[in-house]
Structure formats: structure tokens, C-alpha cells
């Protein structure tokens, strides 16, 4: 009887610093955020944030598509300009 009444009270003795431990951690913290139901709230308000942000440099990347675009046509210019007088004689002047 007091070997059943000893290992239940060492059982409880090592689960309370096994609990703590496990609380502390960051798997218990992300436990406990998925039972806070305000958790889902700051969730979503991320999820929105995140989309947003996702939007912005969408925009940003496509806007710089655009100036690269324009950028090598204005190369390309530049060098036809540059060669055209190599490939053409000089007129007598």
C-alpha cells in the first residue's frame, strides 16, 4: 500500500516540473494560442496584413518589369545609334 501511495506521489513530484517545462516551451506556447480564441482574430488581422504586403510587391515587381522593359529598349536604341555610323560611310565633308 505505501509503495503504490510513494510512487503516485513521485509520479506527481516529477510530472509538475515536467509540466512547467513543457508550458514554458514554445510548443506549449503555441498550444495555448490555438486555444485562445483571440488568437484567431490576430491571426486573421495577420493573414490580412500578409495579403496585403503580398499585393504591394506585386506591384512593386511588376512596376520594375516595366522599367526594365523600358530600360533595355532604350539600350537597344543607344546602341543602334552607336553602330550606325561604324556599318554607313561618312558622307565628304
Not at 52 to 60: H, I, N, Q, S, T
Not at 77 to 85: D, G
Request: aromatic share 4%.
Amino acid at each position: 500500500m505505501w509503495e503504490i501511495a510513494l510512487a503516485g506521489l513521485l509520479f506527481v513530484a516529477l510530472l509538475i516540473p515536467i509540466t512547467a517545462i513543457l508550458v514554458d516551451s514554445p510548443l506549449g506556447r503555441s498550444f495555448a494560442r490555438r486555444l485562445d480564441p483571440q488568437s484567431e482574430v490576430t491571426a486573421k488581422a495577420d493573414v490580412l496584413e500578409l495579403q496585403r504586403k503580398v499585393e504591394v510587391l506585386e506591384a512593386e515587381v511588376e512596376e520594375m518589369r516595366s522599367t526594365l522593359a523600358a530600360t533595355r529598349d532604350e539600350m537597344q536604341f543607344v546602341q543602334r545609334l552607336l553602330e550606325k555610323p561604324k556599318n554607313q560611310p561618312q558622307s565628304p565633308g
